[in-house]
């Protein structure tokens, strides 16, 4: 019997990073401390046959052996969309791929995956999904639109369900939807 896979999302670990706990309120005393807390909450969720895209920033002040050493730690088929602080020492890791933005299809769902936040994005009028990192949970989600990085998923990976859980709670659309509508409105359109 084959073993059903599951798909994750995530972001922003910043392995290493000291900074990265003050300027985001994370509840570690230290970059070794959080790195080992967000390797067991990504091993808790996501099993060695699972897939993971990952949206970027994977380490900041780890060394190429440490990234090494912690990216060999991790379960499940890794796929990077490239972040603003993933140099040599991450771009070097044995990902399944890596994007700077990427398009794919999960459970029939049309995804636009990048590092940052988009006001607009392909198909966002046909129902598509764009996920996000970088900014650390500061960005309001939209209704097709959030942040997957840790800061805002309690510290582990996602699931695409769980996301669209969260986004059946927003009322704010898409910019691109809502302006149109606006000028429609404004033109005397029904919308």
């Known amino acids: 019997m084959k073993t059903k896979t599951t798909t994750y999302f995530s ?21 070794r401390e959080m790195d080992e807390a967000l390797v067991r909450a990504w091993n808790a969720r996501v099993r060695p046959v699972d897939t993971i895209w990952f949206l970027g920033d994977f380490a900041m002040g780890s060394s190429p052996e440490r990234c090494r050493e912690l990216f060999a730690r991790l379960n499940g088929t890794k796929h990077l969309v490239r972040g603003n602080h993933d140099g040599k020492r991450v771009l070097e890791l044995p990902w399944a791929s890596q994007h700077d933005l990427v398009q794919i299809t999960v459970g029939g769902v049309r995804l636009v995956l990048c590092h ?42 996602v699931t695409l369900a769980e996301i669209r859980e969260r986004l059946a709670t927003v009322d704010e659309e898409p910019e691109e939807m809502r302006r149109a509508r606006e000028q429609g409105e404004e033109n005397g359109d029904a919308a």
């Open 116 to 157: 940052y936040a988009m006001r607009s994005w392909n198909q966002v009028w046909r129902g598509s999904l764009h996920l996000y990192g970088h900014t650390h949970n500061t960005l309001p989600p939209t209704t097709q639109s959030c942040d997957v990085g840790v800061d805002a998923w309690d510290f582990q990976p």
């Open 11 to 31: 972001a922003d670990h910043h392995f290493g990073h000291e900074g990265v706990i003050r300027m985001c309120g994370r509840p570690y005393s230290d970059a």
